[in-house]
């Protein structure tokens, strides 16, 4: 059974920076994906980036493109995400996850998820 713990929230700046790392127990290998995801107060959670296991290939949410990067370290078996130039709209619960597939919704690709981290709360203030 796979577990997942995130860590590296906090606290930043607008136009800031922070590193989030989920690292995973059990046969993550055997899942198709990994992914981030968030949840601000009042608002469905949504994808972030979503990491294909299989061929290491990645989407991302088009509103973090070019500000956000994920990256999977295997001999730690964990998934970062740099998130740069951090807007207010940021600030969320974080939650990194793990599925047997892909889905498209709202326009988007992302990992469907079956496991899920506690997440770590992320809040991005002037």
């Known amino acids: 059974q796979v577990q997942l713990a995130e860590s590296g929230g906090g606290s930043v700046q607008t136009g800031g920076s922070q590193t989030l790392s989920c690292v995973a127990s059990?046969?993550?290998?055997?899942?198709?994906?990994m992914g981030w995801f968030r949840q601000a107060p009042g608002r469905a959670r949504e994808g972030v980036a979503s990491f294909y296991i299989g061929d290491g290939s990645i989407d991302y949410a088009e509103s973090v493109k070019g500000r956000f990067t994920v990256s999977r370290d295997n001999a730690k078996n964990t998934l970062n995400l740099q998130m740069n130039s951090l807007k207010a709209e940021a600030t969320a619960m974080y939650y990194c996850?793990?599925?047997?597939?892909?889905?498209?919704?709202?326009?988007?690709?992302?990992?469907?998820?079956?496991?899920w981290g506690q997440g770590t709360q992320v809040t991005v203030s002037s």
């Open positions: 996850a793990t599925g047997p597939s892909r889905r498209y919704y709202h326009g988007e690709w992302h990992c469907e998820p079956n496991t």
């Open positions: 059990g046969d993550i290998d055997s899942n198709y994906c």
